[in-house]
């Protein structure tokens, strides 16, 4: 039996209707951006592996420092316990986050991040006196897959299932390009109400909905209206951060800064699960007391992993050196050329850029999750040695940073040779 048939005898993937899902490709070796299976083929990594990858795949300084630790201290009990990996995590997290953030609280992944960012904005009401009990969030958001990630991400056949136990949430339109005034209404509409806690967004680009774009300037004024309404912000960077907008974190575009920070997919290179929840000081203030229920009652078993909190310290290294950001900038302006070359392309609906990250939207009729239109470009992609993965009718591009210049224009040709199939279709 090959490993993918052992795979189907006994696994249940994410996101993947098993019924009708062909077998898992495996992978048995990861290098830069490529990823090779056992039959020997080789895949471009277009997609970080679900927007994790910062480095390329089994980068050898993560490993080699990983490797390093695993022999020192691979785990610990994080209440009444530290380590000098979580703590040089922190350091390095705060030098590099907006003055405002304080406090590094360890989770595990992109949901936690935000399940710990709404517990912190709920019961700092709760312990000021003032319970507030809701959350505005953009529509069509994504922020995982927890009941309370999920309460605030929009809702859709993902969340259906589920609806009647989600907790109420305000939904204010994505202020796209065209919409920034009906997003500012509603907005300050909503902030007028006395039992708003707390405003989670994805800033800048909207990942799951289909990597959806809206400017800082409208960002910026939604968050002036927080500010003087005293919503506390979240900012959700899971996909956004470590650089992915061409900036370290989407929210350096802007003039106000959140009061809280939601971290992951990039947090560790890709390397291991770890997620990271950031508040500004009066936020942890509000949990000071010699009262003892004031306490932030939250953990998990695995939280400030060493070896994860190590990866963390080495991604954040590899992040800052010079060359990084120079292959940053690269990736940038070599999307926006590309953006000129396909743009007329009489398949390409829209195509829109913010830093590394590039997607462009087919003209298809059908255009939803579950349309075969995606499964067509996923399979096409793959059969061209490509890992994509479309969004409907949406097809983006957010590559590890070590990508080269000849892998990128690689990955052009097989979306323009999409577009082609597209529009003879
Ligand atoms: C903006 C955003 N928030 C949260 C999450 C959830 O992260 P995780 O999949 O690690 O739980 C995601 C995942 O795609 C995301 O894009």
Redesign the pocket.
Known sequence: MTLAERDAAVIWHPYTQMKTAGLPLAIVKGEGTLLYDDAGNSYLDAVSS??VNLHGHSHPYIAQKISEQLTKLEHVIFAGFTHQPAVELAEGLLNILPENQKRIFYSD??????EVALKMAFQYWHNLGTPKNKIIAFRD??????FG?MSVSSRSAFTQPFNQYLFEVLFIDVPVPGQEEKCLTQLTTLAQRADVAAFIF?PLV???AGMVMYEPEILDKLLAICRVNSIITIA?????GFGRTGKLFATDYLQHQPDLF?L??GLTGGTM?L?VTTCSEPIYDAFLSEDKTKTFFHGHSYTANPIACTAGVASLELLLQPETQENITRIVEQHAAFRGQIQAHPSCKEIRQTGTILAIEFKTEATSYFSNIRDLLYNFALQNNVLLRPLGNIIYVLPPYCITAFQLEVIYAVIIKMADLIRNK
């Open positions: 679900w927007w992944n992109g949901s936690t991040a935000v958001s994504y922020h995982g897959d927890t990630a994805e909207l990942g799951t959700d960077e899971v996909m956004t939601c992951s997919k699960a997620g």
